[in-house]
């Protein structure tokens, strides 16, 4: 077993967002101690550090990843579908939005708005010619933080492994898991 060092310990705790004070707080130590040890100015007993660890180690446990909350079966239309079939599933499924998938690789995406203003014509034509940006992507470790900000700015986050997509995050998604 290593122990961690100085920068080890720093590194650990800006990753998971903690703070000095609130790593401190979690391992029951001074915030000062903290700095110190990080700074390397101290070298701290092995119970210090033992608490130091576990605090880090229960905060990322408190940490909820894209894993688990992403829904593994993607409703997806391929770039070639016919716009009526993107339609029909988004009305099947009551999604307002899905994600253009080619080959296992997010291109871009189509959404009720998309689709309002076309005529009847259109319905036979290829997906492609009206799909917006595809959703962003981020793998399975992705925090709910992060997940998050993105919602912010889109409607849907896909989650990747090896290029290849394996999952959707929505904003009902985090509701229904915070709730």
Do not use: C
Not at 33 to 55: C, F, H, K, W
Not at 58 to 66: G, P, T, Y
Not at 133 to 158: C, G, Q, R, W
């Amino acid at each position: 077993m290593e122990l961690p060092t100085p920068a080890d310990l720093r590194q650990h705790r800006t990753e998971l967002g903690l703070t000095q004070s609130e790593l401190a707080e979690r391992a029951e130590v001074s915030q000062p101690l903290i700095a110190r040890i990080e700074g390397g100015d101290v070298d701290p007993r092995l119970s210090t550090l033992r608490r130091i660890v576990n605090a880090l180690e229960q905060a990322e446990s408190d940490v909820i990843r894209a894993a688990e909350l992403m829904h593994e079966a993607v409703v997806s239309v391929a770039p070639d579908d016919p716009v009526s079939e993107a339609a029909q599933k988004m009305e099947k499924e009551a999604y307002s939005q899905l994600a253009v998938i080619q080959d296992g690789i997010p291109v871009g995406s189509i959404s009720q708005g998309d689709l309002v203003h076309l005529d009847s014509e259109a319905r036979d034509e290829p997906v492609e010619e009206h799909m917006g940006e595809s959703f962003p992507t981020v793998s399975k470790d992705a925090t709910l933080d992060e997940i998050s900000n993105l919602l912010e700015h889109y409607k849907a986050v896909m989650i990747t492994e090896a290029g290849e997509t394996v999952g959707i995050i929505t904003e009902a998604d985090i509701a229904a898991r915070l709730s």
